[in-house]
């Protein structure tokens, strides 16, 4: 079953923006990780958070992470019209690195 | 470098017909694989995965099956399809071993069932 669950399911900004979206997470994980897919495309990896983490930056991109309340989130900087696409956030458990999708945070970006 | 291939991109098959989703992935060596469905507006389901030629795990009980008979060959099988076998199949490998990696996606199967 998913473990993850994302928040807001859809989300409209203008460029320039900032983007936030949210995850939550049932179980204790190893790492987290956030990817991008663009519409009827492969998912791209964005970045990984490890569990002794709390925050991580990417360019464009900050992750934080909070273990005592089993969520994650991703702060897109002055968004641009190609970010647009959905996220996802995937916690990884247990060995090999399987991964946990959550539901996922449509990103539309206005020019 | 390393690239992963999946075909075909999109297929429309008739309910009760057989199914074989192909994923070969160039440039490494004893990848670990994965098989993922994602529903229309959903997240991805993780269906089997392989840390070697032969060896499957599946995550979900189901009408699909999966074997690796290469170590950079991923096949996806069902002997009859169902209506909710639809969906965007995607495979992705990632390094092998237990660390902590990411997971490197193909450009995904669309996959019709009528």
């Known amino acids: 079953s998913q473990q993850g669950e994302e928040d807001p399911q859809a989300l409209s900004i203008q460029e320039g923006e900032n983007a936030t979206m949210n995850c939550s997470y049932k179980t204790s994980i190893n790492n987290l990780q956030w990817y991008r897919q663009n519409s009827g495309r492969g998912l791209v990896h964005l970045i990984l958070i490890r569990s002794n983490e709390r925050e991580k930056h990417s360019g464009r991109l900050r992750v934080t992470l909070d273990t005592s309340k089993k969520s994650s989130s991703l702060l897109i900087t002055a968004s641009r019209a190609a970010d647009t696409a959905s996220y996802f956030c995937a916690a990884q458990r247990g060995a090999p690195d399987k991964l946990i999708f959550g539901t996922g945070t449509r990103l539309q970006v206005f020019p | 470098s390393q690239t992963i291939h999946q075909w075909p991109a999109t297929l429309v098959q008739p309910v009760g017909s057989p199914l074989s989703l192909e994923c070969t992935v160039e440039?490494?060596?004893?990848?670990?694989l994965y098989w993922y469905r994602q529903a229309a507006g959903r997240g991805l389901q993780l269906l089997f995965y392989s840390v070697g030629i032969g060896q499957i795990s599946s995550e979900v009980p189901q009408n699909l099956s999966a074997s690796r008979p290469q170590d950079r060959q991923f096949i996806l099988s069902s002997k009859k399809l169902l209506l909710s076998d639809s969906g965007f199949y995607l495979c992705?490998?990632?390094?092998?071993?237990?660390?902590?990696?990411?997971?490197?996606f193909g450009p995904g199967t669309r996959l019709t069932v009528t």
């Open positions: 992705a490998w990632s390094e092998p071993g237990q660390g902590v990696y990411e997971q490197y």
């Open positions: 440039g490494t060596s004893n990848p670990n």
